[in-house]
């Protein structure tokens, strides 16, 4: 069974440093890889996807395979960045898209 | 907000009584989905709709059951409310076999359960 682990639950930095959120994921199959955020107020919604190897808002995430990790990472944090993020797999195929997500990381980025 | 909306968006309820939660979207998307989210766990699936009257259980299907007559609605019932059953649930649809892992959520249902 597939199975996403997010080691940190809470994670605080100051605005301007880097900030890595740690995803690992155990699947059988071969991986697609998401990462979502739930903003205060507002509603879950989709960061970034591994296949599409974008930036958005200036976070990246590199899927590797060897490590079987998928860790969102941001060179300078910015205080708008604080925020509940969750990173998923998506198993299924693309017929049902089933996302098992993991337990999710609070950023907290201080000024 | 892709034409998503849950009701109620908020309910407190008792032990052993049933309830029941909706989610209706506009926009006539075959996939529909119900999680819950509770801290330690983050998001679970319940259970999922690739259609009308068609659906499947999720990881943590037990107590729930889901029923999808019309494309647009998509009800999630508690026969028999828990305590272990307050949590938020939220509904998600997807747009299509092209936008798969790209998940819409709504703004959630927040349950509590005396």
């Known amino acids: 069974a597939q199975r996403v682990t997010q080691p940190e639950k809470l994670l605080s930095v100051f605005k301007g440093a880097p900030v890595e959120l740690k995803c690992n994921y155990s699947?059988?199959?071969?991986?697609?890889l998401f990462w979502y955020v739930q903003y205060s107020r507002q509603r879950l919604q989709l960061l970034l996807r591994h296949i599409s190897r974008e930036s958005i808002k200036g976070f990246t995430a590199d899927l590797n395979k060897g490590e079987t990790s998928f860790h969102l990472k941001k060179p300078f944090a910015q205080e708008e960045d604080s925020a509940m993020y969750y990173c998923a797999l998506m198993s299924g195929g693309t017929s049902y898209g089933k996302l098992t997500f993991g337990q999710g990381t609070i950023l907290t980025v201080h000024p | 907000d892709a034409g998503i909306t849950q009701s109620p968006r908020h309910k407190v309820t008792e032990t052993g009584t049933p309830v029941t939660l909706r989610c209706h979207q506009t926009?006539?998307?075959?996939?529909m989905y119900w999680y819950r989210q509770d801290p330690g766990h983050g998001l679970r699936l319940i259970h999922y709709s690739y259609g009308v009257k068609d659906t499947d259980k999720g990881e943590v299907s037990d107590g729930y059951s889901v029923s999808r007559s019309k494309t647009e609605d998509f009800l999630l019932t508690l026969e028999s409310a828990t305590s272990s059953q307050t949590s938020v649930y939220f509904c998600a649809i997807r747009r299509g076999p092209s936008f798969a892992g790209e998940l819409f959520f709504g703004e959630g249902s927040r349950l509590t359960v005396l």
């Open positions: 699947y059988s199959g071969s991986p697609e």
């Open positions: 926009e006539n998307h075959r996939y």
